[in-house]
Nanobody, 117 residues
């Protein structure tokens, strides 16, 4: 079955960095555009960044441009999110999924990121 397992979250001070990883299984990873999403308490998930199948083209929301970088390893079915210059407003639970998440409608447990001094 389709699975997403996020890791790499934690507590970090403002200005710090974290690298999230996502292990995927149950589908042909290299055939799907992928994305990272985040969910603030009491809010809907929002897409943070996306990457095409080949890992060439990426995009992200304005609030993280220049700070977050999405990448993928198609040989090992993994997705990454490098997060630099983290701010308290980045505190959320981060999830990975395919870009068209409704297709599988399956979510992992997410990686909790807390930015606080």
């Amino acid at each position: 079955q389709v699975q997403f397992v996020e890791s790499g979250g934690g507590l970090v001070q403002p200005g710090g960095s974290l690298r999230l990883s996502c292990e995927t299984s149950g589908f042909t990873f290299k055939q799907y555009p992928m994305a990272w999403y985040r969910q603030f308490p009491g809010m809907e998930r929002e897409q943070v960044a996306e990457i095409d199948k080949g890992g060439i083209n990426t995009d992200s929301v304005d609030s993280v441009k220049g700070r977050f970088t999405i990448s993928r390893d198609n040989a090992n079915n993994k997705l990454y999110l490098q997060m630099n210059s983290l701010q308290p407003e980045d505190t959320a639970v981060y999830y990975c999924n395919i870009r068209a998440w409704r297709y599988f409608n399956v979510w992992g447990r997410g990686a909790r990121v807390t930015v606080s001094s």
